[in-house]
Structures are given as C-alpha cells and as structure tokens.
C-alpha cells in the first residue's frame, strides 16, 4: 500500500466509520458529529475566563470512554471531541479579550492590548472579525505543517534512530522542556525530577513495586488520571481560589462596558490584505514555537505581536499597536493559534507531548489502546494495512474537517458567546473541581483516587506558589515509563554498555545538547515566558 | 558569590535534602534491585536507577535554584496566607468526602435493615453520599470565597450534583458515582 492508499484510508475511517444518525437516508458519521460537539464546547470554554481547553478535554474523557468504550473504533470519536476542544478554546479565548478586557485563556493577554480599545471605539465586532479570521488562517497553516512534516520526522527517527539515540532523545526533550518552560532552569528541573519520581512509585521489573512503602495503596502506582487532572486542572484551582479569597472579589464577574457599534463592522478584502502579512509572520512563528515541545502559546503571541509592532512602527500606520490597531489583534491571534496543530509534531513524530492539550490526546490513546502516539505510527507497510497509520491520517482528517467548521461556523458561534465572560469564576471553579474529581472517580471507582488528586492538586498547586511549572512534570510523568524501557533495551542492547549514551556520535550529540541546552537557560534571562 | 533571598536558598535547600533522602534513603531501601543487577552473568538496568536518576534531578534543580539562580524580584514563595488557605480547603475537602462516603451508610444502617450495601444501585440510596458530599464542596468552596453563606451557593451547590447525577449516572449503567465503588 502507498502512502496515498493511507491518506485515502484515514479519510474513509472518519467519514464511513460509526454512524451517529442516519437522515433522511443521509448516513451522520459520529466522528465527525464529535468534532462538531467539541469545537462548539472548546469555544464556549475558551470564551469563559477561568476555564480552559485542557480542562473540558480532561472532564470530557471519562465520559467519552463510557460512550465509546475501549475498542479502536472509539478512536476517532474521541480524538475528534478533543481536537475539537482544542480548536474551539484556541479561537474563543479571544471573545472576551476582545470584549471584555479579560483574556479568556492566557496566550489571548496580547489581545487584549488592541482588542479593547476597539471595542471602546465601537469596533467590536469588528476585532471579533479580525481575531477569528488570523485565528482560523494560522491554525490551518500550522495544521498542514504538522500533516507534511509529522510523518517525515517520524520517518526520520525510526529510520535513523536506534535505542541509545531514542534514549538520549528522550533525555534532550525532557532537558529542553525543563529549562525553557517557566522562569528558572533549576525549578523546572525540579518538576521534572519530581515527575519522574511519582512515575516511578510502585512500578519497575522487580516482583517487590518499588516505593510503595510496602504498601498496598501505593503497590499500583498512582493512576494516571490522578497525578495529570490533579497537577494541571486540581492545582490551577486552588490557586484561582486562594486569589480569590485572599483579594476578596468573590462574586465578581468580568465587567465591561457597553459600546455601541460604530462603523463598518465588516472584514472587507482590503483590510485581510492589510492583514496578511502580520497574520503570516505570525503563524510561520507560532509553527516553529509550537513545532518544540514545551513552549507554550503565550510566547508564540508574544513573539507574534513583537515582530507585528516592529512592522506596523515602520509602516507608520495609524493607530498604532495599543491603541486598537486591528494588526495587532491579528498578529497575536495567528500566532497563539498557529501553536496548537504544530504542537501534535513531538507527539506523533517523537511521542513527546508538546503541550497540555497534547498530554490529553495522549492520555486519551493510551486509555483506549490501539494507538500509541509515536514514531512507529508512521510504518507504510505495503503487505498489510498498519492500523495505527489510518487512524493518524484520520486525526488528520478531523483537524481539517475542525478547520472547516472554523471557518464556516465558527466565526458566529465564537460572535455571540460574549455572555459567558460574566459567569463568575468563584461559582466555576468549585463546580470544575467537582466536575473533575468525580470524572476520576467513575475512572477509578476508588475514594483513594480522589485523595490522590486533591494531594497533587494541592502539590501543583504549592509549585505553582513557589514558580514551579507544572508541564514539566506532567510530561516526565508521562514519558517516565518509556524513558526507562527504552535505556533498559539499550543498555541490554549495547550489552551492558554503561556508557551506553555516548556509544553513537548522534548519541553524543544529543547528549552534548542536553547540557548545552541547560547551560545556555541558566545564562539567559527570561521573559515572557509561559 | 552573592547569596539569593531566603525564600530561594530555602526551597533550593530543601529539594537538595529531599533528593539526597530519596536517592541515598528511600530508593536502597524501598526497592528489591539496586541500580544495576547481575543476573546469570547478565548486567541490566535495577529498579534503583530510574528513580536514583529523578532524585538527581530534583538535587540538581535544588543546587541551580539555591545557588545560581540569583533574581530575588521573580521569587515567589508560600506565604503564612497561603497555608491558611490550603488548611481551610483540605478541612472543607475532607468534610466533604467523610459525608460522601458515610453518609449513605449511616442512614441506611438507621433506616433499613438490609444495610447500604444492598441498596447501593438503587435510588435515592445512591445518590445520598454525593449529593450531601458534592453540595457540601461546591457550596463550602463558593461561601469560602464569598466569606459568607447563602441560599444562592447551596443552590448552585444543589444544582452542580445534580447535573452531575444527570451527566453520569443516568445515561450510564456501568458507571459508579462515589462511593458506591467503595462500599
């Protein structure tokens, strides 16, 4: 079989895999009902201060598994639901950054700059207009990056990269994502090893499950479930909470002003060519921040909105960026978009989650089963049909189908969803919480799960008091595992080569960059970063 | 060498112990196979490496934080307000969960004879824990913030399990709402 007979396949998975409805003898593929569903829920999350697409991914799971099941044909369905979240929360945080002053997920603060002020001007749909359309062209761009390159790179690796390398690989990723997430190299050090440390508990080859304190409880290990929801979701909020208490703005919601529309509020095609050239630059620099794992959407529309204020000042343009220009808005909105298709390249290139969004997808295969996200996805085998490749060319296929429904629905559903920057956030989050750890418990079925998860709510939590980052740790708790069985299958391969890393110059080089990589965090100050 | 504020040297300081106890204490001594292992001639990797390697980690981080990371104005720290705060919700999280869990039982074991057990699939017996538990979080959490207790948060209270009922018990027959799995 050809590499097209795989495109061809996945295409056919989604749109001739179960059926949700059939319709006046018009068969409604699930698959892409889910995408539908979960786009239209990752808007009107990403509309809501307080919440976030991570979060509706990690509450929708557990209940899409008990829809679903465990068998390969829930695949898609699910992926479909997530990326939909995903592609929703990315263009709804935008609604009230724009109307409100509020940015609804935390790369959208840039948008705000510009956005409001529009909106004061009377402008607002208008720099609604602006953002939803830098925000589908960028995320789209980025989208066929990931669907050219991912397959290449994975190629590549299997090719070309055997176990010390993967090892090494493995221990550069890890090294990055430490040093460049979050402001210091030595806390992200710091949630890294602590990541890896639970992951660890109560596994290993032995018969005794190391660290388990003897035990029962600790015997399994912690779920996966408890230490992700509660390190990324549980700790988020608690923190939000404790703000809250401490400044005493319970029952506050986002206030904002109302405007009259003033002026055309239309995007005609004389403003998308004034546009476009901001939109480019930035999705191009959200492609490349999004392609390395662990940095973040924030810094992508930081660097976006950079480079577009850089332009705009040479051009002379007025008004100027701050003041409501709608370039910046489009600046910033390709490049925090642009971020989340090029963030899945470590994921099915690497098998390295980039982002939090990344983690659930992740979590959502290994969950389900047959899917391992990774280089080994991508075998085009001509004898025999590889599963796992029909089903990436099927997720493929759902981010496109995502981006079609951006760019037809999307703009409308995202125009009217400014009500839900007033639902106050102190009501949100105790129901988020409760939302979450009953979506474990069904998982787990265990009270002692819900005790995990408080504790690493309440760990994530104290990092995030004390500056530490908790995507570090999510993602060596992740990737703990298969660091180990990789470096136990070198080391048994080299024959019992203690200095097995460096056995290869691609080795040594990768080795060489990890230190190099800590080294030149630990000179570098710092900004903006997530 | 200028030395950071105390707040960095002290957690910089304490991750260094911890990983020293971890690598030096609790990984000898908590698992059966040490950092490598020699099996009919065979050497592999023990069970001790993996988590030897986190420790170094965590020991690593410590030292650069304590010791080379010098920027007092980006250190933030765990305030006395802070621990107040999570004494406050774990006390509010652990009242809530004793009533989720025994709640239930407790009235079936005065009203019924049979006992919760028996009732567990069956309503209103398998809603009581979480419906008395889920209010008593949501409505604590939203009166914690407001620092008062009103109607409106035990309603929303109130409304959140019962969506919640509605989202995953109904639907579903093989999903458990807590803590029918553990009674």
Known sequence: ?530 | MRLPDRGTLALGLTMLILALVIGFAWVPMDSSTGLVEKVRRQVSIGDGLAPTLAAVFIGLGGLLVAFFERRPEETPRITSGNLLFTAILLLLLALSLALMRWSGPALAGLLTEEGYRLLRDTAPWKYLGFLTGGTVLVTGLVALVERRLTLRAILIGLATVVVLIVLYDLPFDDLLLPPNGDV
């Open chain 1, 1 to 530: 079989m050809g590499w097209l007979d795989y495109v061809w396949l996945g295409i056919l998975a989604v749109f001739q895999g179960p059926e949700l409805v059939s319709f006046l003898g018009l068969s409604i593929p699930m698959t892409l009902a889910m995408v539908l569903m979960g786009f239209l829920l990752g808007i009107l999350v990403g509309s809501t201060p307080g919440l976030a697409g991570p979060m509706a991914m990690a509450i929708a799971l557990p209940i899409l598994i008990s829809i679903f099941g465990f068998s390969p044909d829930a695949l898609l369905p699910v992926f479909g639901f997530l990326i939909g979240i995903m592609k929703g929360a990315t263009i709804g945080g935008a609604v009230p950054a724009i109307l409100f002053n509020t940015p609804g997920t935390p790369d959208a603060y840039m948008t705000t700059l510009d956005g409001y002020p529009m909106t004061r001007r009377g402008e607002a749909l208008k720099a609604l207009r602006v953002a939803h359309f830098s925000s589908a062209t960028g995320d789209t761009f980025s989208d066929i990056v990931l669907i050219i390159c991912a397959p290449f790179l994975a190629v590549l690796v299997e090719r070309y990269l055997d176990l010390p390398e993967k090892t090494a690989l493995l221990i550069l990723s890890l090294a990055f994502i430490a040093s460049v997430i979050g402001g210091s190299v030595g806390r992200g050090l710091i949630s890294l090893g602590l990541g890896l440390l639970v992951a660890y508990v109560g596994t290993g080859e032995d018969f005794y499950p190391r660290l388990s304190l003897g035990t029962q409880t600790l015997a399994q290990g912690f779920p996966v479930a408890t230490a992700v929801l509660g390190v990324l979701i549980v700790g988020e909020v608690f923190r939000s909470l404790d703000d809250m208490w401490r400044s005493g703005r319970g029952g506050r919601a986002s206030e904002g002003q109302s405007n009259t529309a003033r002026g055309d509020q239309r995007l005609h095609l004389a403003d998308i060519r004034r546009l476009m050239p901001y939109v480019a630059r930035s999705a191009v620099i959200g492609t490349v921040i999004g392609a390395l794992p662990g940095i973040g959407s924030t810094l992508a529309a930081t660097l976006g909105y950079t480079a577009g204020r850089a332009r705009h000042a040479k051009t002379g343009q007025s008004p100027r960026f701050g003041e409501g220009a709608p370039e910046g808005i489009a600046a910033t909105e390709a490049a925090n978009s642009s971020v989340s298709g090029a963030n899945l390249i470590p994921v099915l290139s690497l098998g390295i989650p980039g982002n939090a969004a990344a983690v659930f997808l992740i979590l959502a295969a290994d969950t389900i089963g047959g899917f391992n996200p990774g280089p080994s996805v991508v075998r085009f085998t001509t004898d025999a049909v590889n599963p796992e490749l029909v089903i990436a060319f099927g997720l493929f296929t759902c981010m496109m189908f995502a981006n079609l429904l951006n760019w037809t629905i999307g703009g409308a559903f995202m125009r009217s969803m400014g009500f839900m920057s007033r639902v106050p956030k102190h009501i949100l989050l105790p129901v988020v919480l409760l939302l979450t750890l009953t979506s474990i418990y069904v998982q787990e079925t265990r009270l002692e799960a819900i005790w995990f998860t408080i504790g690493f709510g309440v760990l994530g939590y104290f990092m995030r008091r004390l500056g530490i980052s908790p995507l570090p740790f999510v993602i060596a708790f992740i990737l703990g595992g298969n660091l180990e069985a990789t470096a136990r299958q070198a080391f048994a391969a080299t024959g019992g080569d203690a200095l097995f890393l460096f056995s290869s110059p691609v080795a040594t080089a990768f080795m060489g960059l990890t230190v190099l990589v800590i080294v030149l965090s630990l000179r570098k100050p710092k900004e903006g970063r997530p």
